[in-house]
Protein backbone atom coordinates (compact mmCIF):
# COMPACT_ATOMS: atom_id res chain seq x y z
CA UNK A 1 0.00 0.00 0.00
CA UNK A 2 1.45 3.19 -1.09
CA UNK A 3 0.67 5.03 1.59
CA UNK A 4 0.81 2.24 4.29
CA UNK A 5 3.02 4.39 6.85
CA UNK A 6 1.53 7.44 6.77
CA UNK A 7 -1.98 5.35 7.79
CA UNK A 8 -0.15 3.68 10.53
CA UNK A 9 1.81 6.45 12.02
CA UNK A 10 -1.91 8.86 12.38
CA UNK A 11 -3.44 5.76 13.20
CA UNK A 12 -1.12 4.70 16.11
CA UNK A 13 -0.49 8.74 17.15
CA UNK A 14 -4.31 9.20 17.14
CA UNK A 15 -5.07 6.45 19.12
CA UNK A 16 -2.31 6.84 22.08
CA UNK A 17 -3.34 10.58 22.03
CA UNK A 18 -7.14 9.70 22.17
CA UNK A 19 -6.48 6.94 24.31
CA UNK A 20 -4.68 9.14 27.35
CA UNK A 21 -6.85 11.86 26.50
CA UNK A 22 -10.36 11.22 26.89
CA UNK A 23 -8.98 8.43 29.63
CA UNK A 24 -8.10 11.60 31.93
CA UNK A 25 -11.63 12.35 31.28
CA UNK A 26 -13.12 8.80 31.91
CA UNK A 27 -11.15 8.34 35.60
CA UNK A 28 -12.11 12.12 36.63
CA UNK A 29 -15.73 11.45 35.68
CA UNK A 30 -16.01 7.87 37.03
CA UNK A 31 -13.31 8.28 39.98
CA UNK A 32 -12.69 11.58 40.68
CA UNK A 33 -9.05 10.00 39.84
CA UNK A 34 -7.54 13.71 38.63
CA UNK A 35 -8.92 16.68 40.80
CA UNK A 36 -8.98 19.91 38.81
CA UNK A 37 -8.38 20.59 35.36
CA UNK A 38 -4.68 21.61 35.00
CA UNK A 39 -4.60 17.75 35.87
CA UNK A 40 -6.25 16.83 33.33
CA UNK A 41 -5.28 19.30 31.30
CA UNK A 42 -1.40 17.68 31.33
CA UNK A 43 -2.28 14.02 30.85
CA UNK A 44 -3.31 15.80 27.26
CA UNK A 45 -0.31 17.40 27.02
CA UNK A 46 1.27 14.52 28.15
CA UNK A 47 -0.38 11.84 25.58
CA UNK A 48 0.16 14.31 22.69
CA UNK A 49 4.09 14.80 23.23
CA UNK A 50 4.23 11.10 23.33
CA UNK A 51 1.83 10.12 20.35
CA UNK A 52 3.91 12.28 18.38
CA UNK A 53 7.49 10.94 19.63
CA UNK A 54 6.02 7.57 18.69
CA UNK A 55 4.52 8.19 15.20
CA UNK A 56 6.57 11.57 13.85
CA UNK A 57 9.37 8.92 12.06
CA UNK A 58 5.94 7.63 10.49
CA UNK A 59 3.98 10.28 9.60
CA UNK A 60 5.34 12.99 10.46
CA UNK A 61 2.27 13.17 13.05
CA UNK A 62 -0.56 14.94 12.74
CA UNK A 63 -2.72 13.13 14.46
CA UNK A 64 -5.58 15.79 13.80
CA UNK A 65 -7.82 16.89 10.84
CA UNK A 66 -7.18 20.44 11.31
CA UNK A 67 -3.42 19.98 11.50
CA UNK A 68 -3.49 18.02 8.30
CA UNK A 69 -5.69 20.67 6.77
CA UNK A 70 -3.63 23.32 7.48
CA UNK A 71 -0.28 20.85 6.49
CA UNK A 72 -2.02 20.79 2.87
CA UNK A 73 -3.01 24.47 3.10
CA UNK A 74 0.19 25.63 3.97
CA UNK A 75 2.28 23.73 1.36
CA UNK A 76 3.75 21.27 3.66
CA UNK A 77 2.27 18.37 2.66
CA UNK A 78 0.60 16.82 -0.71
CA UNK A 79 -3.35 16.97 -0.34
CA UNK A 80 -3.15 13.10 -2.15
CA UNK A 81 -2.10 12.33 1.47
CA UNK A 82 -5.11 13.75 2.77
CA UNK A 83 -7.93 11.30 2.82
CA UNK A 84 -5.26 8.69 4.41
CA UNK A 85 -5.07 10.98 7.58
CA UNK A 86 -8.25 11.91 7.94
CA UNK A 87 -9.48 8.13 7.57
CA UNK A 88 -6.08 7.00 10.01
CA UNK A 89 -6.96 9.23 12.81
CA UNK A 90 -10.72 8.88 12.75
CA UNK A 91 -10.33 4.98 12.70
CA UNK A 92 -7.37 5.52 15.55
CA UNK A 93 -9.49 7.78 18.06
CA UNK A 94 -12.89 5.53 17.53
CA UNK A 95 -10.27 2.33 18.49
CA UNK A 96 -9.09 4.33 21.69
CA UNK A 97 -12.68 4.67 22.53
CA UNK A 98 -13.65 1.18 21.79
CA UNK A 99 -11.04 0.38 24.30
CA UNK A 100 -11.54 2.41 26.68
CA UNK A 101 -15.87 1.62 26.74
CA UNK A 102 -14.42 -2.29 27.21
CA UNK A 103 -11.79 -0.88 29.85
CA UNK A 104 -14.63 0.96 32.38
CA UNK A 105 -17.71 -0.20 30.72
CA UNK A 106 -18.68 -2.14 34.30
CA UNK A 107 -17.63 0.93 35.68
CA UNK A 108 -19.77 3.15 34.02
CA UNK A 109 -22.52 1.36 34.39
CA UNK A 110 -22.15 1.05 38.25
CA UNK A 111 -21.87 5.16 38.38
CA UNK A 112 -24.61 5.63 36.16
CA UNK A 113 -26.52 3.26 38.64
CA UNK A 114 -25.15 5.21 41.93
CA UNK A 115 -26.53 8.12 40.21
CA UNK A 116 -29.66 7.68 38.36
CA UNK A 117 -28.63 8.20 35.34
CA UNK A 118 -30.22 6.44 32.55
CA UNK A 119 -28.31 6.14 29.22
CA UNK A 120 -29.22 7.81 26.26
CA UNK A 121 -31.36 10.89 28.27
CA UNK A 122 -30.64 14.28 28.50
CA UNK A 123 -28.91 14.11 31.63
CA UNK A 124 -26.70 11.06 30.30
CA UNK A 125 -24.35 13.77 29.16
CA UNK A 126 -22.77 13.62 32.45
CA UNK A 127 -21.28 10.42 31.07
CA UNK A 128 -21.00 10.92 27.32
CA UNK A 129 -18.80 13.63 27.80
CA UNK A 130 -16.19 10.96 28.62
CA UNK A 131 -15.98 10.23 24.88
CA UNK A 132 -17.20 13.10 22.88
CA UNK A 133 -17.61 17.10 24.15
CA UNK A 134 -20.46 19.90 24.79
CA UNK A 135 -20.42 22.87 25.46
CA UNK A 136 -21.03 24.53 28.02
CA UNK A 137 -19.17 21.85 29.77
CA UNK A 138 -21.07 19.68 31.53
CA UNK A 139 -18.86 19.67 34.98
CA UNK A 140 -18.18 23.53 34.92
CA UNK A 141 -21.62 23.60 36.59
CA UNK A 142 -23.95 26.69 36.25
CA UNK A 143 -21.28 29.33 35.84
CA UNK A 144 -20.38 28.85 32.32
CA UNK A 145 -23.13 30.59 29.83
CA UNK A 146 -22.14 29.43 25.98
CA UNK A 147 -23.63 30.13 22.89
CA UNK A 148 -22.71 28.42 19.62
CA UNK A 149 -20.87 31.34 18.34
CA UNK A 150 -18.57 31.63 21.66
CA UNK A 151 -18.21 27.70 21.32
CA UNK A 152 -17.05 27.91 17.52
CA UNK A 153 -15.21 30.83 18.35
CA UNK A 154 -13.36 29.13 21.48
CA UNK A 155 -12.59 25.82 19.46
CA UNK A 156 -11.09 28.32 16.09
CA UNK A 157 -8.83 30.31 18.36
CA UNK A 158 -7.71 27.68 20.52
CA UNK A 159 -6.86 25.80 17.15
CA UNK A 160 -5.34 28.51 15.60
CA UNK A 161 -3.19 29.10 18.35
CA UNK A 162 -2.08 24.90 18.52
CA UNK A 163 -1.45 25.38 14.64
CA UNK A 164 0.61 28.42 14.79
CA UNK A 165 2.83 26.83 17.52
CA UNK A 166 2.95 23.44 15.25
CA UNK A 167 4.09 25.83 12.49
CA UNK A 168 6.38 27.21 14.81
CA UNK A 169 8.01 24.82 16.16
CA UNK A 170 8.33 22.24 13.23
CA UNK A 171 9.16 22.96 9.35
CA UNK A 172 6.88 20.38 7.41
CA UNK A 173 8.14 17.27 8.18
CA UNK A 174 11.43 18.42 10.06
CA UNK A 175 10.36 16.48 14.00
CA UNK A 176 13.05 13.88 13.72
CA UNK A 177 16.28 16.99 13.41
CA UNK A 178 18.35 16.97 16.35
CA UNK A 179 17.32 20.73 17.30
CA UNK A 180 13.27 19.63 16.96
CA UNK A 181 13.97 17.09 19.33
CA UNK A 182 12.04 19.01 22.12
CA UNK A 183 8.93 20.78 19.57
CA UNK A 184 6.85 17.37 20.70
CA UNK A 185 7.09 18.16 24.28
CA UNK A 186 6.27 21.90 23.70
CA UNK A 187 3.57 20.71 21.61
CA UNK A 188 1.86 18.91 24.30
CA UNK A 189 2.38 21.88 26.63
CA UNK A 190 0.81 23.97 23.93
CA UNK A 191 -2.07 21.82 24.36
CA UNK A 192 -2.28 21.96 28.28
CA UNK A 193 -1.88 25.49 28.35
CA UNK A 194 -5.21 25.94 25.78
CA UNK A 195 -6.88 23.39 27.60
CA UNK A 196 -6.64 24.55 30.88
CA UNK A 197 -8.04 28.23 29.76
CA UNK A 198 -10.96 26.89 27.33
CA UNK A 199 -12.25 23.53 28.69
CA UNK A 200 -14.71 24.95 30.99
CA UNK A 201 -16.95 26.85 27.77
CA UNK A 202 -16.29 24.03 25.16
CA UNK A 203 -13.92 21.14 27.01
CA UNK A 204 -11.42 22.07 24.20
CA UNK A 205 -11.67 19.66 21.48
CA UNK A 206 -9.27 21.43 19.14
CA UNK A 207 -9.57 18.01 17.07
CA UNK A 208 -12.36 17.17 14.80
CA UNK A 209 -11.12 13.37 14.81
CA UNK A 210 -10.84 13.28 18.74
CA UNK A 211 -14.70 14.27 18.92
CA UNK A 212 -16.21 13.06 16.10
CA UNK A 213 -15.13 9.60 16.24
CA UNK A 214 -15.26 8.89 20.07
CA UNK A 215 -18.81 10.63 19.93
CA UNK A 216 -19.93 7.94 17.05
CA UNK A 217 -18.80 5.40 19.38
CA UNK A 218 -20.53 6.23 22.19
CA UNK A 219 -23.47 6.84 20.11
CA UNK A 220 -23.50 3.32 19.20
CA UNK A 221 -22.89 2.30 22.47
CA UNK A 222 -26.42 3.19 23.84
CA UNK A 223 -26.19 7.05 24.71
CA UNK A 224 -27.88 7.74 21.46
CA UNK A 225 -29.14 11.23 21.07
CA UNK A 226 -27.39 12.27 23.77
CA UNK A 227 -24.34 11.93 22.31
CA UNK A 228 -25.76 14.44 19.55
CA UNK A 229 -27.81 16.77 21.77
CA UNK A 230 -27.22 20.16 20.29
CA UNK A 231 -30.27 21.26 17.36
CA UNK A 232 -27.44 23.84 16.20
CA UNK A 233 -25.14 20.85 14.86
CA UNK A 234 -22.52 21.86 17.14
CA UNK A 235 -21.11 18.72 17.18
CA UNK A 236 -20.38 19.99 12.63
CA UNK A 237 -19.90 23.51 13.61
CA UNK A 238 -18.22 23.77 16.71
CA UNK A 239 -16.01 20.73 16.93
CA UNK A 240 -15.36 20.07 13.32
CA UNK A 241 -15.93 23.44 11.22
CA UNK A 242 -14.36 25.32 13.84
CA UNK A 243 -10.86 23.93 14.55
CA UNK A 244 -10.49 23.28 11.02
CA UNK A 245 -11.38 27.14 9.98
CA UNK A 246 -8.87 27.98 13.19
CA UNK A 247 -6.29 25.83 11.33
CA UNK A 248 -6.40 27.13 7.84
CA UNK A 249 -6.29 30.50 9.21
CA UNK A 250 -3.26 30.16 11.35
CA UNK A 251 -1.28 28.21 8.59
CA UNK A 252 -2.26 31.50 6.21
CA UNK A 253 -1.18 33.57 8.76
CA UNK A 254 2.20 32.04 9.31
CA UNK A 255 2.84 30.85 6.20
CA UNK A 256 1.79 34.61 4.40
CA UNK A 257 2.95 36.80 7.47
CA UNK A 258 5.54 35.03 9.53
CA UNK A 259 7.66 32.68 7.64
CA UNK A 260 8.44 36.38 5.14
CA UNK A 261 9.99 38.06 8.29
CA UNK A 262 12.22 34.44 8.80
CA UNK A 263 13.49 34.52 5.58
CA UNK A 264 14.00 37.71 5.68
CA UNK A 265 16.02 37.91 8.82
CA UNK A 266 18.05 35.00 7.53
CA UNK A 267 19.12 37.32 4.60
CA UNK A 268 20.22 39.96 6.86
CA UNK A 269 22.29 37.84 8.84
CA UNK A 270 23.82 36.54 5.87
CA UNK A 271 24.56 40.43 4.68
CA UNK A 272 25.56 41.11 8.06
CA UNK A 273 28.59 38.60 8.15
Request: glycine letters at 10%; aromatic letters at 12%.
Amino acid sequence: MKYARDFAGEFIGTFILVFFGCGSVVVTVLFSALIGLFQVAIIWGIGVALAIYATRHLSCAHLNPAVSVAMVVGKRMSPSKLPVYLVAQLAGAFFAAAILYVLFSSSITQYESIHAIVRGTPESVKTAMMFGEFYPNPGAGNTAMVSTWTAILAEGFGTFGLVFMIFALTEGCNLGRPDDSLAPLFIGLTVTAIISILAPLTQAGLNPARDLAPRLFSYLVGWGDAAFPDNHYGFLTVYVLGPIAGGIIAALVFTKIIEPLFKNKANDDCLCR
